[in-house]
C-alpha cells in the first residue's frame, strides 16, 4: 500500500487523510496530541467515525515508520518550511512533496530548497474543523496539481489520480504558478479586508467596504501584468480581475474567510504569504502598492496585539 504522510491537522490536512486512508497508508502529524478516532462529515449524507493513524511529530521521531511515499504539508504558509524540518531526518531526501499552502511563499522556497520533486496544490474543496475530533467536508471542489518548473509532470498525473480515486477530483496542470497567482489575488482583496473589520465576504459589497476592494483589486491587477500572470478567464486587464474578484465574493458570500478566523482566535494571519509576494513584486518592477502595504501594516499592527 502506498504511504503518505500529512504534515498538518487542520481541515485539509484532516479532509485528505479521511479520503486517502481508504486506498493508501496515511499517517496524519501534528505538534499535539490528538484522538485517533476521528469524525468526517461529508457535503452529502451523515457524519462518518474513522480510526486514523494520527501521531506528534515527537512520536514520529521517537519510533520512525517506514518511510512515505509522498509528503504532503498541509500546514499554514509560514509553518511548511518548519514542518519539512521537523521530518527531513526521517525521510528519504528524494521524497516526492505535495504543498497545499494558500498564497506565493512556502512554494517557491520549499521548491528551491528540497531535493526532491515538489508539487504544489491549489483547492477550492471546502472544509472546517468541528474540534480535535471533526472535521466537516462543506462543499466539493476542484484541485489543480502541478510543479513551478514543469519537470515533474508524470508525478503529477499520479497524485491527481490518487486524489481523484480518492473522491477529491483533481487535474494535473502546467500552469500552476499561475494559479497560485490567481488565488493569491482573489485572497489578496478578500482576506485582508474581512479580517481588519470582522465582515463576512458578501458584506465587502456595502458601499463602505466596496471602493476599498476595487482599490486593491487596481493595484493587484498592474502586478499580475507586470509578473506576466494571465488575467483570468481569458479576460484581460483591470475588469477580468475585478469580475473573478466579485464573484467569488458573491460565491462565498456567508464565509468567514480564513484570515477572518485567524484574527478572531488570535493566531497569526498569512499575510506574509498573501501581500508579502504581491509587495515585493510591485516593488521589483517599480508598480505602485500604497493600498497593500497598507492593509499589510495595519494586520501588522493588529497582530501585535494577539
Ligand atoms: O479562500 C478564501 C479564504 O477564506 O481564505 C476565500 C476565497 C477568501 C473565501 O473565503
Redesign the pocket.
Known sequence: MTSHWILGPGAIGRLLAHSLSSLAGVTLIGRRTLPEQQTITPPEGEPRIKHLNVITTSQLLANAPAPPAFVHITTKAMAAEAALESVADVISSTTPLVLWQ?GFLAQPRLTELWPGPVLCATT?EGAYLTGDDGVVHAGRGHTFAGDLNNRHGELAQVVVATLTQAGLAATAVDDIRSRLWQ?LA??AA??PL?ALHGVR?GELHDAAYAGRVEAVVEEVAAIMLAEGIQAPNGGSGLDAWLALVWD??EK?AN???????DVETKRLT?RGAILGPLIESAERHGVGCEVLRGLDGELAELEAGF
Do not use: H, P
Open positions: 494558500n477550492t488565488k482573489v485572497n478578500i482576506n474581512v465576504n467569488v465574493i462565498t464565509n468567514k474567510a480564513s484570515m477572518l478566523q498569512e
